[in-house]
């Protein structure tokens, strides 16, 4: 069994089919079906069900890829403490929420500082950037926090304002069971607050709208399809045209932080160590 198999048997296990894990691989579909069939053979086991739409994991296969993603993981892990130099380089994979108003600031400042830095950028939800972070799919990210985690550190990025949006001037709270709520899925922060808030008003909202785009739930308001909660940044813009309108709710509710993340036990790279350092530069100046 060599590494190549282990990267051969997980690339079909995410993929779901040998044609796309050898287009992914750069191998020959012929060569990935030898591989996966000596690997089951040496094992004695069935890895895969066969079936016109693609290749899925037997029970025993699950089992496998538990101890594959560990097993690559830590190599990767190995490569890049003896490969990792003093001068910030590779990838840099990081995970934000959508409406980080700093991050423009602090990716520039941290390309301008160190250009050899390839920063991959992915953007999700609090909740499922969290879970890839705990899975090394990303190496860090900008959630909604604060969180408790044992396995996660966190630093602070900003804190701010939270507003109703409403395409009408005047606003009551009754509004809630007149007026759908246009809302990220579950998993968002600003929803949360939002929820909790009507909860505790002991409000029941007519209609949830989940749309996945900032950009689509501000225009929907601004259309008087209904009402949203963001941070007062996203929707400076809107607010100073008049096409919508903001109003604060109470201070229990109204603000929220976001925090960047990283799993404690990752080792610490020099282009995280450096991109941490710009992070707490622009808190630092944001605190002034």
């Given at each position: 069994m060599e590494l190549r198999d282990l990267q051969i048997f997980q690339s079909v296990a995410?993929?779901?089919?040998?044609?796309?894990?050898?287009k992914e691989l750069n191998y020959v579909q012929s060569n990935v079906t030898a591989r996966i069939k000596q690997l089951?053979?040496?094992?004695?086991?069935?890895?895969?069900?066969r079936h016109k739409r693609g290749m899925t994991l037997t029970a025993e296969g699950r089992k496998m890829l538990v101890y594959v993603n560990k097993i690559l993981q830590d190599v990767d892990e190995l490569k890049r403490v003896f490969l990792d130099n003093e001068t910030p380089s590779g990838i840099l994979k990081i995970?934000?929420?959508?409406?980080v108003s700093t991050l423009p600031t602090i990716l520039s400042s941290y390309y301008k500082s160190y250009p050899n830095v390839d920063l991959s950028l992915q953007a999700g939800?609090?909740?499922?950037?969290?879970?890839?972070?705990?899975?090394?799919q990303l190496d860090g990210a900008f959630i909604s926090g604060p969180i408790k985690h044992p396995l996660i550190e966190q630093y602070d990025v900003s804190t701010e304002k939270l507003m109703l949006?409403?395409?009408?001037?005047?606003?009551?709270?009754?509004?809630?069971?007149t007026t759908p709520l246009l809302v990220f899925n579950q998993g968002c922060g600003y929803r949360?607050?939002?929820?909790?808030?009507?909860?505790d008003e002991g409000l029941l909202p007519k209609r949830i709208m989940e749309f996945n785009i900032l950009e689509t739930i501000l225009n929907s308001v601004a259309l008087g399809?209904?009402?949203t909660l963001v941070p007062q940044s996203a929707v400076h813009h809107l607010s100073r045209a008049g096409k919508v309108h903001c109003h604060a709710i109470p201070e229990k509710y109204g603000s929220i932080s976001t925090v960047f993340i990283r799993r404690k036990d990752s080792y610490m790279t020099n282009s995280m160590r450096s991109f941490l350092k710009t992070i707490e530069e622009h808190h630092h100046i944001n605190m002034l």
């Open positions: 995410d993929q779901g089919s040998v044609s796309s894990a050898a089951e053979n040496e094992l004695k086991t069935p890895l895969f069900y995970g934000t929420v959508e409406t939800l609090t909740e499922e950037l969290i879970r890839e972070v705990l899975n090394h949006v409403t395409q009408n001037k005047a606003f009551h709270i009754e509004e809630f069971t949360s607050k939002l929820e909790r808030w009507l909860k399809l209904g009402i």
